[in-house]
């Protein structure tokens, strides 16, 4: 299912992975076999080196709001997170079609995803909305996270209204008042790693970051 999902977009009409419209695709005869095949066969080959690798690392995974862990029952040792970039991104949009196939609740996906540009541009909520959902989330992290433990975070700056956000200020203040203290900031533009960058005179500033708190 996962192989299936994972090439969804390339045999249907939507136009990309960042872009829900219908577009017309000539697509080669037998296309979803055969880029199916493809897919899963190269899967299977990397799932069998992973294995090798981490064997001895059991590993469990969890579905679930970030702002809700109370079934976390278990210490945590470390925390590596990239939030949603806010009002960047509609991921329960560009995935719909995944997630009808999957029998996944892609509305649910959209109310319970924070920083969508679905809240921030199409429903103008603001910033505040943002920094409540991620100090909830930090805040449940927390409780089960070890003494002295660090919590990273990837996150870039935002344009909300028109005006640039600088992220690395905002998480800051978020961390602080969590009584966290900041060990490391690693900041780079934007634009030398992302693609889709449109320049303009405001994303020309726009940084994205890897900070380290601890607590
Ligand atoms: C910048 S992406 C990080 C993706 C991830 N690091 C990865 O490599 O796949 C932000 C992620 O946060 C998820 N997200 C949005 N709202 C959330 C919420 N309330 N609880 C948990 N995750 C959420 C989005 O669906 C998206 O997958």
Redesign the pocket.
């Given at each position: 299912m996962v192989a299936f999902s994972s090439i969804l977009v390339k045999v249907s009409n939507q136009d990309s992975d960042t872009r829900y419209a219908a577009i017309k695709k000539k697509l080669p005869q037998n296309a979803v076999w055969s880029y199916f095949d493809k897919k899963a066969k190269d899967m299977l080959k990397r799932i069998e080196s992973f294995n090798a690798e981490a064997s001895n690392c059991p590993c469990e995974v969890y579905l679930s709001?970030?702002?809700n862990l109370d079934f976390l029952k278990k210490e945590i040792d470390l925390v590596i997170t990239?939030?949603?970039?806010l009002n960047s991104y509609d991921?329960y949009l560009y995935h719909k079609h995944r997630m009808l196939w999957l029998g996944l609740d892609y509305r649910s996906a959209q109310e319970?995803?924070?920083g969508s540009r679905n809240k921030h541009s199409d429903n103008h909520e603001g910033i505040e909305s943002y920094v409540d959902?991620v100090t909830a989330s930090v805040s449940h992290i927390s409780k089960n996270l070890k003494k002295n433990a660090h919590f990273c975070v990837i996150i870039g700056d935002a344009i909300l209204k028109g005006e640039i956000i600088k992220m690395n200020a905002i998480f800051d203040e978020i961390f602080l008042k969590q009584g966290y203290t900041k060990t490391r900031e690693i900041r780079f533009e934007q634009r030398k790693y992302t693609r889709t960058f449109t320049p303009n005179i405001k994303t020309k500033f726009k940084e994205s970051y890897i900070l380290i708190y601890r607590r």
């Open positions: 709001d970030s702002r990239s939030p949603p970039y991921y319970k995803e924070f959902a």
